[in-house]
T-cell receptor, first 113, second 114 residues
Framework: DAKTTQPNSMESNEEEPVHLPCNHSTISGTDYIHWYRQLPSQGPEYVIHGLTSNVNNRMASLAIAEDRKSSTLILHRATLRDAAVYYC??????????????FGTGTLLAVQP | EAGVVQSPRYKIIEKKQPVAFWCNPI?????LYWYLQNLGQGPELLIR????????DSQLPKDRFSAERLKGVDSTLKIQPAELGDSAVYLC????????????FGPGTRLTVL
């Protein structure tokens, strides 16, 4: 399984944008990039996913490098409720382990008021 | 719409005792997953079901762990006997079908084995 590398922790100020990086240099052509986040004492929550093009939804934006070896999750205006662990995950829907999410340790985002 | 429901939320037991966790997935979701999450780590898949069939249980320690999903709806995960190292959060997730992009997670059951 292709692996991802994320910083252990990041800090942000409330109402400022946050850019969470993820490196995945061994990504295969059929791997999708997924982001989940986990708020304290809760289960993980889907944020966004993409393959090649940048993606936007109500929660965040996903910027994918042209060579797909890295990506960035963008929270446009951080709030205190965005403080969580953010996981970057590669998933191949055509692989033998269909829909299998392999979580790493993620990035712990702290948001300061 | 109700999310994934898990019970109990917390459980404290003595080692060598049995324990069971219950999960009710989102209505209509055919695929159900059980994950184990140790402190400071991301969740790890234990088993996943497509309806009532376990399609991937390769990570389930079968000497002491068992799971069932009768009638393809609710599921139960059991540990017998529990060991100190089983202390963790047990998460249940569901998705409409195998291969879907989004999994919906429950709040988890925090197990403490003394």
């Amino acid at each position: 399984d292709a692996k991802t590398t994320q910083p252990n922790s990041m800090e942000s100020n409330e109402e400022e944008p946050v850019h969470l990086p993820c490196n995945h240099s061994t990504i295969s052509g059929t791997d999708y990039i997924h982001w989940y986040r986990q708020l304290p004492s809760q289960g993980p929550e889907y944020v966004i996913h993409g393959l090649t093009s940048n993606v936007n939804n109500r929660m965040a934006s996903l910027a994918i490098a042209e060579d797909r070896k890295s990506s960035t999750l963008i929270l446009h205006r951080a709030t205190l409720r965005d403080a969580a662990v953010y996981y970057c995950i590669l998933r191949d829907p055509y692989g033998g382990a269909t829909n299998k999410l392999i979580f790493g340790t993620g990035t712990l985002l702290a948001v300061q008021p | 719409e109700a999310g994934v429901v898990q019970s109990p939320r917390y459980k404290i037991i003595e080692k060598k005792q049995p324990v069971a966790f219950w999960c009710n997935p989102i209505s209509g979701h055919n695929t159900l997953y059980w994950y184990l999450q140790n402190l400071g780590q991301g969740p790890e898949l234990l088993i996943r079901y497509e309806n009532e069939e376990a399609v991937d249980d390769s990570q389930l320690p079968k000497d002491r762990f068992s799971a069932e999903r009768l009638k393809g709806v609710d599921s139960t995960l059991k540990i017998q006997p529990a060991e100190l190292g089983d202390s963790a959060v047990y998460l249940c997730a569901s998705s409409p079908r195998l291969g879907d992009n989004e999994q919906f997670f429950g709040p988890g059951t925090r197990l403490t084995v003394l």
